[in-house]
């Protein structure tokens, strides 16, 4: 039986709105909503749903989001927006425990590396002009690399980060669907169990995260939490340009 569900947005500046939605608990395709919890998210859901008359989420020093049930409130979120002055943040969505797509983002520092490998063989160079003399030109080379294999590879750093953070980077590393966004919008999900495929609806690019051991950072061990991951682009960098 369907039942209805209120979502109750809150800005830092006072203005408010509500929107129903309705989950089919006898449809386990229905079981899990997902919420419009990031900015980019929340304003293209202001946008979808034609909302207007409240101000703009990026503009806002923090946002609520409740879960009512009639008037009782089931859960609440407070998101706080977060600008980066130096370092550019990497988005990234992964597949989590539950098999919907979850986010999290990169502040701080991040580097990138290629990792090329390749084999080679020794040619026969030179040639004889019509004069009889056997010359070798410098730019034909001798030793010729072929075979050539490239990955990109990036290391990225969350920033100083909350305690609950542990279970999300547990979650990525667990992960088997990894993405680097491009741009802030959402991706989606069709298919079902080991047969499901995915659908991007922005530019994003498949990695794999190659840290295979992590700590789960505690406040009162560590104080300040930062974790280091590194993935690797799922794909084979190639130099089409011959």
Same mark, same amino acid.
């Given at each position: 039986?369907? +039942?209805?569900?209120? &979502?109750?947005?809150?800005?830092?500046?006072?203005?408010?709105?509500?929107?129903?939605?309705?989950?089919?608990?006898?449809?386990?395709?229905?079981?899990?909503?997902?919420?419009?919890?990031?900015?980019?998210?929340?304003?293209?859901?202001?946008?979808?749903?034609?909302?207007?008359?409240?101000?703009?989420?990026?503009?806002?020093?923090?946002?609520?989001?409740?879960?009512?049930?009639?008037?009782?409130?089931?859960?609440?979120?407070?998101?706080?927006?977060?600008?980066?002055?130096?370092?550019?943040?990497?988005?990234?969505?992964? +597949?989590?425990?539950?098999?919907?797509?979850?986010?999290?983002?990169?502040?701080?520092?991040?580097?990138?590396?290629?990792?090329?490998?390749?084999?080679?063989?020794?040619?026969?160079?030179?040639?004889?002009?019509?004069?009889?003399?056997?010359?070798?030109?410098?730019?034909?080379?001798?030793?010729?690399?072929?075979? &050539?294999?490239?990955?990109?590879?990036?290391?990225?750093?969350?920033?100083?980060?909350?305690?609950?953070?542990?279970?999300?980077?547990?979650?990525?590393?667990?992960?088997?669907?990894?993405?680097?966004?491009?741009?802030?919008?959402? &991706?989606?999900?069709?298919?079902?169990?080991?047969?499901?495929?995915?659908?991007?609806?922005?530019?994003?690019?498949? +990695?794999?995260?190659?840290?295979?051991?992590?700590? &789960?950072?505690?406040?009162?061990?560590?104080?300040?939490?930062?974790?280091?991951?590194?993935?690797?682009?799922?794909?084979?960098?190639?130099?089409?340009?011959?």
């Amino acid at each position: 039986m369907p +039942v209805d569900i209120k &979502i109750k947005v809150t800005m830092s500046n006072a203005d408010t709105f509500t929107h129903t939605v309705s989950i089919d608990q006898g449809n386990a395709t229905e079981a899990i909503k997902q919420f419009p919890c990031g900015v980019p998210n929340l304003t293209q859901f202001m946008r979808d749903q034609q909302i207007g008359g409240v101000g703009n989420p990026e503009d806002m020093q923090w946002y609520r989001i409740d879960l009512m049930s009639g008037t009782e409130v089931v859960d609440s979120r407070k998101f706080y927006v977060t600008c980066e002055p130096k370092q550019t943040p990497v988005h990234m969505a992964f +597949v989590n425990k539950f098999g919907m797509w979850d986010y999290i983002t990169f502040f701080k520092k991040s580097t990138d590396s290629v990792n090329v490998q390749s084999e080679q063989f020794k040619r026969s160079t030179g040639s004889i002009n019509s004069s009889g003399n056997y010359s070798i030109p410098k730019f034909d080379p001798q030793y010729k690399k072929y075979n &050539i294999k490239s990955k990109k590879t990036r290391k990225l750093n969350t920033g100083w980060v909350g305690e609950d953070h542990g279970e999300l980077m547990k979650q990525l590393l667990l992960s088997d669907h990894v993405v680097i966004l491009s741009d802030d919008r959402t &991706i989606s999900a069709t298919g079902n169990g080991e047969q499901r495929s995915y659908t991007y609806t922005q530019n994003g690019v498949a +990695v794999n995260i190659n840290t295979s051991s992590l700590e &789960i950072q505690k406040h009162i061990n560590d104080r300040m939490i930062n974790y280091t991951i590194d993935v690797e682009y799922a794909f084979d960098d190639l130099n089409i340009a011959h």
